[in-house]
């Protein structure tokens, strides 16, 4: 049995016995019960070691502690206590505690000491180690035991979690320039070949070769160096990958561009700051090479090849004058009547979606391996957008936030969000997600960003409304995140492109709304 997630409950060291009597009869769980007063529960749990402070979903950022049947019905403490804390309705019901990791990156030890009362006496214990804080997100860890709780208190011992991560391993074709840091992306997967929900901070990186060329960084990325082939594992909850290539490149002088579809104007724009500069235009109106008719969707790949979702067609093209212009467009049996999102993986796989054919993804631009992205919950999937560990992000219908497990048809979670006057949105017209893995979407009917923790839609927050000024919005349809987590808006109706530094707006930058030439812009991307 893998030791993946070691915790002690140390006496359950039950502090004092406080004297209260319980009332009811002992649960389902109950294997021999002792005398019927209570006692607050106390015990420890050691978190493993992880790459970084806590930023981001991983492999047990929190615990839920049931204890079948031995919940009393009598709270102890002050009012300072918040409201979840007070006991059950009933005793016999079950003893439920959930702890979170706190923001040490290294090995720790949490005490914790509930706020309920427990009835003294031998009972079954489980604890679920979650890859979410607060008791959500996938079960990374499972432990049994039965417990004696006594009033004076005593060594439970060590209780041995079993993992369910089975294996690791790193996405090949990944690379970095020099003087950048990138996170390594990876997946993890249990002993059936599901995918797990664990990201960056739950995984050691080691260099094993090539560490003159690239180097750890104190946050669990790597770091480039000189230009070259290194290689590395990545290790999640004992589990280690085959080392894998990782190469560094030669560093790009002119830094990130930003990329945008005006679509009212039929053309390909790109500067390289808010304040415009260095601006190229690329395109005229039409059909052909060099031509577009709405383009409503804009993708860069690992190369710096553009991606456009064009009417009916996707084109690629290799720089901002068009080389090497290469459009996909379906079949004839299975033609594409408006390609209206287009997004790219870690390895430059291909996501789109298509009026009347839902979304779908292919290997490259001549169609290869293409398949549908299909479920049987998933209806109307109006885009998907992919992380790093390949789970896919995505808009069912109008108002429902999905994620997709793994393809073609794997587990499907959705959250409908509750926006503000208490009513679901009208249109979420767009998601992306920041460098923690927060989702964040627009909202182009309540003229809004928003940000949640991850799909169960913890930690909501919004920003913006309708109107033409500062913090305000007039039909954003596009979000995206820089290397710095700024959040970048297209703002449609207004023709212009919003900058704000976090959830509070500051420093609110626009590029457009009659400062340049933008028409109806409809996406954008930074590369």
């Known amino acids: 049995m893998d030791r993946l997630r070691r915790f002690w409950l140390l006496g359950?060291?039950?502090?004092?016995?406080?004297?209260?009597?319980?009332?009811?009869?002992?649960?389902?769980?109950?294997?021999?019960?002792?005398?019927?007063?209570?006692?607050?529960?106390t015990f420890d749990i050691q978190w493993d070691q992880r790459s970084r402070a806590i930023h981001a979903p991983a492999s047990a950022l929190s615990a839920v502690v049931t204890i079948y049947g031995a919940n009393a019905p009598v709270h102890f403490g002050n009012g300072d206590l918040p409201s979840a804390a007070s006991a059950g309705t009933s005793a016999g019901s079950d003893f439920v505690s959930i702890v979170n990791r706190g923001d040490s990156p290294a090995a720790t030890t949490t005490t914790f000491t509930s706020y309920t009362l427990a009835l003294l006496g031998t009972w079954n214990m489980t604890v679920e180690f979650h890859a979410l804080k607060d008791g959500v997100g996938e079960i990374v860890g499972v432990a049994h035991k039965q417990v004696t709780l006594k009033s004076d208190g005593n060594d439970i011992g060590e209780i041995a979690a079993t993992g369910v991560v089975a294996s690791a391993s790193v996405l090949p074709g990944q690379s970095v320039q020099v003087g950048q840091a990138e996170d390594v992306a990876f997946s993890a997967l249990d002993a059936s070949g599901k995918l797990i929900a664990v990201t960056q901070g739950s995984a050691l990186v080691t260099v094993t070769a090539g560490g003159d060329k690239l180097q750890l960084t104190n946050y669990g990325e790597v770091k480039g160096l000189a230009v070259g082939t290194a290689s590395l594992t990545v290790t999640v909850d004992g589990k280690t990958s085959p080392p894998v290539p990782f190469t560094v490149t030669p560093s790009n002088p002119e830094g990130p561009h930003i990329y945008i579809a005006d679509t009212g104007n039929n053309r390909i724009v790109r500067i390289d700051d808010m304040t415009g500069s260095k601006r190229m235009v690329f395109g005229t109106t039409g059909y052909g090479v060099g031509q577009f008719q709405g383009?409503?969707?804009?993708?860069?790949?690992?190369?710096?090849?553009?991606?456009?979702?064009?009417?009916?067609?996707?084109?690629?093209?290799?720089?901002?004058?068009?080389?090497?212009?290469?459009?996909?467009s379906g079949t004839n049996a299975n033609p594409y009547y408006t390609v209206t999102k287009i997004a790219l993986d870690t390895q430059d796989h291909i996501y789109f979606t298509a009026r009347r054919s839902n979304s779908w993804r292919m290997d490259d631009m001549t169609g290869k391996n293409l398949i549908p992205i299909q479920n049987s919950q998933l209806d109307a999937l109006r885009e998907t957008v992919p992380d790093a560990?390949?789970?896919l992000y995505g808009v069912n219908g109008n108002d429902v936030l999905v994620r997709l497990g793994s393809l073609p048809?794997?587990?499907?979670?959705?959250?409908?969000?509750?926006?503000?006057?208490?009513?679901?949105?009208?249109?979420?017209?767009?998601?992306?997600?920041?460098?923690?893995?927060?989702?964040?979407?627009?909202?182009?009917?309540?003229?809004?960003?928003?940000?949640?923790?991850?799909?169960?839609?913890?930690?909501?927050?919004?920003?913006?409304?309708?109107?033409?000024?500062?913090?305000?919005?007039?039909?954003?349809?596009?979000?995206?995140?820089?290397?710095?987590?700024?959040?970048?808006?297209?703002?449609?109706?207004?023709?212009?492109?919003?900058?704000?530094?976090?959830?509070?707006?500051?420093n609110w930058t626009t590029y457009g709304g009659g400062n340049e030439p933008l028409n109806g812009p409809s996406s954008m991307c930074i590369h």
Not at 14 to 41: D, E, H, M, R, Y
Not at 303 to 316: C, E, L, M, N
Request: proline share 4%; aromatic share 8%; net charge negative.
């Open 12 to 41: 359950v060291c039950l502090l004092a016995a406080w004297g209260l009597t319980a009332c009811g009869s002992g649960g389902n769980g109950k294997i021999s019960k002792s005398v019927a007063t209570s006692t607050p529960v």
């Open 295 to 328: 383009p409503c969707a804009i993708a860069v790949d690992s190369q710096g090849r553009i991606y456009i979702a064009d009417s009916f067609r996707i084109v690629r093209m290799d720089d901002m004058y068009g080389t090497n212009w290469t459009t996909y």
């Open 389 to 391: 560990q390949l789970h």
């Open 409 to 506: 048809n794997g587990s499907v979670q959705s959250y409908e969000p509750v926006w503000p006057q208490g009513s679901a949105p009208n249109q979420i017209t767009d998601v992306t997600h920041d460098s923690r893995n927060a989702l964040i979407l627009v909202d182009s009917t309540q003229d809004i960003v928003a940000r949640i923790n991850n799909i169960s839609g913890a930690n909501y927050v919004s920003f913006g409304g309708p109107g033409t000024g500062t913090n305000q919005f007039g039909e954003p349809i596009c979000v995206v995140t820089d290397a710095q987590d700024r959040i970048y808006v297209v703002d449609s109706r207004l023709n212009r492109i919003v900058r704000i530094d976090d959830m509070q707006g500051h």
